[in-house]
């Protein structure tokens, strides 16, 4: 188990202990963080360039529990646990919370909301350490450096923590309820006025049941709590799970929701590094067939249109320059017949890369 | 006009392929878009005293004086302190359930028994010492002080020799470049040893050999960012290298689209649309690639190096093995010859010394059949 996979278990931790307390006062937080000494995450580490790389990643995993689509607590929870690692980090100068443009409209929106629900601790929080220049505003939220071969795969974050999200939540909010209501009011209204007893709808007019609006919205809260529970008990039994795995030495920590992604990614890596391992021979082919069959869309990539098409144009995107690079050499040969002005020099094979100075090893027994 | 295609699109970056690379987009509306999402205090370079009293709270949060007041004390960070003993950040305390420090502290041990960590080491503090030489400097003129609101781009530029054994991690380096400076300041920055390479075989007359170097002679070079070519045509001898590309695809109607070209000099980082992560070219001395990723771009931050005239900054390279003489063994080649009767193997290498003591006597006649070739190394400029 690497250091971070160990940061990421410590703070998920953190954070579902506060989600446990079904409160989102810093007050509570700062409780579970001193129980737990937090700030000591960054002890012991001596190296500047390890301790600015792990500080890193800490803020990048705290805010990405900071983003939509966790749940408001977790999000207030990644807040606050942004701020003591922000705080409490050893790195001169501190590492920055990168937030990348799109993210940032994201985030004001969330901190409008909490100023209106009046969440001053949170709100506060949020802006000191906007003025404690805390940010760096990026495009991205992360490097990009177009790495084929080794691609880094996402860490998986907790699926508990993720906002309930399903189709029944996302169709009937408490809008709709509401909208609901009016409009059965006003049926309700509009029978009355045909019928011959104004007071009371004729018996005939009573095609639908008085009360559906209320024993909607009670389906609806039971199987939100039905899904909580279920949720739950899941979880509490992929921890005891986990800690038996954890004596064996595994890692096993993957939510039960993610599974299916993980499996996902699995294929998703596989079909890539399938794709990006192509010979150089097969790539320059490919190229020729993209060129002949589609005509003018090879310098940029237009709408894509599948999956796979994407990846074929970023491979005639360097297949464009290997096939440049030949040309001009080509070009090159034709104008300049240099009559050997250059050495002709081979490459040695075993030579090692960096040349630094011979290491000298010291021996402590 | 070159450099603004219409499809340029939106200014808020984006992926178009996830993780690696975004949609095309304008530098210089994106970093204007920023600032119109951010006060003036977010873009300030300078150190200000942070407006942090109760009623500045309290009006930001729309809150009452007294809890502004309040949350100052709720929420400071020494509430997260732990009230007991000083403590040393460089040990790891026995006692602590993180299991962080757990495996932390495990790695650290392990680095004691095996003591190859030397060499690691030294990498490290090298890499760390280039990446952050120039953190927090600021001009001693200010009028070289980075303005609020500049735009940073991290490039990393990859070196043109393709040795097989950098077939996996092609070498790079990464310099730092401001949105407000020109293509050519950049052009100007990047060192390459082909830039120093002497043409020529010069065995019969050594001493004459380093009197021009390939930068002097061929000062043609282009960058080439989404499908535009961006030429060098400072000096009146620059030959226009991107030409025969375009020719040549038109000519062949190869589907690439229309190339257009545009001078280096009347462009700035700002002046660009672009793609995150995306692979694009340098070239100069007619064949010499580099690869160049344009991997960030962010808003100034005052703990940023602010002396303008310090960029392009260069912040990591990548240590490049020398070639040493082979008689002494010690000091960087400096000569190659071929098929030298003198030496016992074809390349061979020298010093300078070490050269002219086997191939010439007293009065520099020379002795023996070969070729020389001046050579300059790669690790030059390590
Ligand atoms: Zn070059
Ligand atoms: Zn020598």
Known sequence: MSCVSGLQTDCEALLSSFQETDNVRFEVFAGLWRDRRFHTIFHGQTRPLEKNKFTQKALDLAWRYFLPPYTFQIRVGALYLLYGLYSTQLCKPKQKIRVALKEWLEIQRFQLDLINAQHYDAAYIFRKLRLDKAFHFTAMPRLLSFRTKKKIRETQLKEEFKELSNRVTRLITSDVLEEMMNVHDHYQKMKCLISIDKSQPDKALNLIKDEFVINIKNAILEYQQWQQNKMKSSSKAKDSEEMTDRKEGGTSQDSEGSERANALAKIKYKSYNAVAMASKSRRHRQVKLESSESGSDQGKVKSPRCKRSRERSQLTQKGNSLETKDRIQAIKKEVVTRNRRMPVITEEENSSEEDLPRPKRKRTR | ?382
């Open chain 2, 1 to 382: 006009m070159a450099g603004s295609s219409g499809s340029a699109g939106c200014a808020v970056p984006e992926y178009e392929v996830p993780e690696l690379h975004t949609r095309v987009f304008h530098v210089g509306s994106f970093g204007a878009l920023w600032k119109q999402n951010l006060h003036r205090a977010d873009l300030s370079v300078q150190e200000a005293v942070a407006e942090d009293g109760a009623a500045a709270v309290a009006e930001d949060l729309g809150c009452g004086l007294e809890t502004a007041a309040e949350l100052r004390a709720v929420c400071s960070i020494d509430m997260l302190k732990s009230p007991d003993k000083e403590e040393d950040p460089e040990i790891i305390s026995e006692d602590s359930s993180l299991i962080t420090l757990r495996i932390r502290k495990k790695a650290l041990e392990r680095r004691e028994e095996t003591i190859i960590v030397d060499r690691t080491c030294r990498q490290e503090t090298f890499i760390y010492e280039m990446e952050s030489h120039a953190t927090g400097k600021r001009p001693k003129d200010p009028a070289n002080l980075i303005e609020e609101g500049e735009l940073f781009l991290t490039l990393n530029i990859f070196y043109p020799v393709i040795f097989q054994k950098h077939k996996d991690h092609k070498p790079y380096q990464t310099v730092l470049v401001l949105g407000s400076q020109k293509l050519t300041e950049l052009r100007d920055s990047i060192s390459c040893v082909s830039d120093l390479q002497m043409g020529g075989e010069f065995s019969s007359h050594p001493d004459q050999a380093p009197e021009h170097i390939s930068k002097d002679l061929y000062k043609s070079a282009f960058f080439y960012f989404e499908g535009v070519f961006y030429n060098d045509k400072r000096h009146p001898e620059c030959r226009d290298l991107s030409r025969t590309i375009i020719e040549w695809s038109e000519s062949h109607d190869r589907g690439y689209g229309n190339l257009q070209t545009a001078k280096m000099e009347d462009y700035t980082f700002n002046d660009l649309s672009i793609k995150i992560g995306f692979p694009y070219l340098f070239c100069h001395q007619g064949d010499c690639e580099h690869i160049i990723i344009i991997t960030d771009i962010r808003l100034v931050h005052q703990d940023d190096c602010l002396d303008r005239t310090l960029y392009p900054l260069l912040i990591k390279k990548h240590w490049l093995w020398t070639r040493k003489c082979f008689v002494c063994k010690m000091y960087t080649a400096r000569w190659v010859t071929n098929e030298d009767s003198l030496a016992p193997e074809d390349p061979c290498f020298f010093c300078d010394v070490c050269f002219r003591m086997l191939h010439y006597d007293a009065e520099g006649n020379k002795l023996g059949e070969f070729l020389a070739y001046p050579y300059v190394d790669p690790g030059t400029f390590n």
